[in-house]
C-alpha cells in the first residue's frame, strides 16, 4: 500500500511559479512510476506529467512542455512537480498518482492517487 500527499499548491499571478511535492508512505516508492494529473471545474481529470522509477525518462502532456517539470527523489520519497510561466487555463487540482509503470500512469490507471492540492493563476 501507497499513500500520496501533495502540498505546494496556492495562488499565483500568471507568468509565475509553483512547485508541488508528494511525499509517499510505504518502502517500495522507488518501485513506482510517478506522475501528476490536473482536474479543472467541469472537466475531466488528464495527465500533467509521469516520471520512471528511476527518474530517468519523463513524459508530459503538450499544453505544459517547456514550462513544467518534474523530478523525483527516492531517498526522500518525494516527487515534485516545477511550474513556470503558469496560465490561467493550468488552474485546477493537482493530484499525484503512483502505478507500476509509466505507461498506466500516462494511460490513467495509476494504482495510487492523492488527495489532491488546489492550484489557482489569476490573470
Known amino acids: 500500500q501507497v499513500q500520496l500527499v501533495e502540498s505546494g499548491g496556492g495562488l499565483v499571478q500568471a507568468g509565475g511559479s509553483l512547485r508541488l511535492s508528494c511525499t509517499a508512505s510505504?518502502?517500495?516508492?522507488?518501485?513506482?512510476?510517478m506522475g501528476w494529473f490536473r482536474q479543472a471545474p467541469g472537466k475531466e481529470r488528464e495527465f500533467v506529467a509521469a516520471?520512471?522509477?528511476?527518474?530517468?525518462?519523463?513524459y508530459y502532456v503538450d499544453s505544459v512542455k517547456g514550462r513544467f517539470t518534474i523530478s523525483r527523489d527516492n531517498a526522500k520519497n518525494t516527487v515534485y512537480l516545477q511550474m513556470n510561466s503558469l496560465k490561467p487555463e493550468d488552474t485546477a487540482v493537482y493530484y499525484c498518482?503512483?502505478?507500476?509503470?509509466?505507461?498506466?500512469?500516462?494511460?490513467?490507471?495509476?494504482?495510487?492517487w492523492g488527495q489532491g492540492t488546489q492550484v489557482t493563476v489569476s490573470s
Open positions: 498518482a503512483a502505478g507500476p509503470t509509466q505507461g498506466d500512469l500516462i494511460s490513467g490507471a495509476p494504482n495510487y
Open positions: 510505504g518502502r517500495t516508492f522507488s518501485r513506482y512510476a
Open positions: 516520471i520512471t522509477w528511476s527518474g530517468g525518462l519523463t
